[in-house]
C-alpha cells in the first residue's frame, strides 16, 4: 500500500531537504498524535471498565508509534504492533523502538504479519487508526476484519478506531497544513484526494511532503481506500458480533467555533466539511 518516495539517484535532487529527509518520521509528525490518542483511549476505558487495561493490539501499526507509547505510559501496559510491511517494521525496530528502555523493550513485540489471519493471544484493546480499515473494499471484508478483531478481544475488550467524511471527504482537492519535524526545521504536509468514485465509493489518497527549498516528496505515502459511512460502519461491527458501538464524536469551542479535542458518545453530529470521530466497539 505504500509507495517509497523516489530515489535520488539524480545528483542534483540528492542535495534538496526532500533527499535527505526520511518519510516516517515526517508522518509521525504531521499525521499523528499519539499522546492524544493513547489518552482518548485511557480514559474512554477508564469510563466503560473497573479494572485496568494491560494488554494493547495495535493493528496496521506502522512505525508502532501508539503501541510504544502504550508501553511507555505504565509499567504494567504490554502491547504487540501487527503490520504486512516488514520495511516499515524494521524502521520502526532501528528508529522508534530504540527511544524505549530494556524493560519496556521487553513489554512490546511486533509482528509482520495480516491483521485478518493473526493470532497474537487476547487483547484487552485493539486499535485500528488513522482510518487503515478503510482498504478493505466490500462489506465481506470489513465483516471478515471485524471478526477477528473480536475474536482477538478478551470477553470485556474494546475495539477502537477512527473514522473521517464530511462533505469535503468525497472531493478531488488538497489541503496543507504547515508543520515542523523534531529539530524545529519546517516542512509542508500535502493531503491529496486524487480520486472519487462515487459509484463503488473508492478513493485514491496521498501524503506529499514539501520543505522550504521547494523540493518536494511527492507519493510519500498513497492509499486506495473504501469511504465508508458511520451507519455501514457500525451495522458491519454488529454484523461481526460486537455487543455496543457507540460513536464518540468532537465538541465544539464554544469561542472560536472549532474542535474542542473533547469526545463524547453522540448520536447527532453537525455536518462539518471535514470531521473525525472515534467508534467504540465493545466485545
Ligand atoms: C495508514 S498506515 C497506518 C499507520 C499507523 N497505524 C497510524 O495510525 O498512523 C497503514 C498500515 O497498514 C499496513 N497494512 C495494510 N494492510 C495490512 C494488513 N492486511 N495487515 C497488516 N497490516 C496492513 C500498511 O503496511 C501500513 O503500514
Redesign the pocket.
Known amino acids: 500500500?505504500?509507495r517509497k518516495n523516489t530515489p535520488a539517484s539524480d545528483p542534483d535532487n540528492a542535495r534538496t531537504l526532500a533527499a535527505r529527509a526520511d518519510r516516517h518520521r515526517l508522518?509521525q509528525r504531521s499525521?499523528?498524535d499519539v499522546e492524544a490518542e493513547i489518552d482518548f483511549v485511557e480514559q474512554t476505558w477508564a469510563e466503560l471498565r473497573q479494572r485496568p487495561a494491560v494488554f494493547l493490539r495495535?493493528?496496521?501499526?506502522?512505525?508502532a508509534?501508539?503501541a510504544c507509547e502504550w508501553v511507555a505510559r505504565d509499567d504494567e501496559h504490554q502491547a504487540v504492533g501487527?503490520?504486512?510491511?516488514r520495511e516499515?517494521l524494521e524502521w520502526s525496530r532501528l528508529n522508534r523502538l530504540t527511544e524505549l528502555d530494556d524493560e519496556q523493550l521487553e513489554r512490546i513485540e511486533l509482528l509482520n504479519?495480516?491483521?485478518?489471519l493473526?493470532r497474537p493471544g487476547l487483547a484487552d484493546i485493539i486499535?485500528?487508526?488513522?482510518?487503515?480499515y478503510y482498504?478493505f473494499l466490500t462489506r465481506d471484508e470489513l465483516r471478515e476484519y471485524f471478526s477477528n478483531v473480536l475474536d482477538g478481544l478478551v470477553s470485556d475488550g474494546i475495539l477502537f478506531l477512527d473514522a473521517y467524511g464530511g462533505y469535503e471527504a468525497p472531493m478531488v482537492i488538497q489541503e496543507s497544513r504547515e508543520c515542523q519535524d523534531e529539530d524545529g526545521n519546517d516542512f509542508t504536509y500535502i493531503w491529496d484526494q486524487a480520486a472519487f468514485n462515487p459509484i463503488n465509493s473508492c478513493m485514491e489518497c496521498r501524503i506529499h511532503f514539501e520543505f522550504p527549498d521547494k523540493s518536494r516528496m511527492e507519493n510519500a505515502?498513497s492509499?486506495q481506500w473504501r469511504l465508508w459511512t458511520l451507519p455501514e460502519i457500525r451495522e458491519i461491527l454488529y454484523e461481526a458480533g460486537f455487543s455496543r458501538v457507540d460513536i464518540y464524536w468532537e465538541g465544539t469551542d464554544e469561542e472560536n467555533n472549532e474542535g474542542n479535542g473533547i469526545y463524547t458518545p453522540s448520536e447527532t453530529g453537525d455536518p462539518d466539511p471535514g470531521w473525525v470521530c472515534y467508534i467504540v466497539a465493545q466485545v
Not at 58 to 63: A, N, S
Open positions: 500500500m505504500f508522518y499525521v499523528q495495535e493493528d496496521f501499526c506502522g512505525t508509534n501508539t501487527i503490520d504486512l510491511d516499515v504479519e495480516d491483521v485478518m493473526t486499535l485500528a487508526m488513522n482510518f487503515s482498504l505515502f492509499y
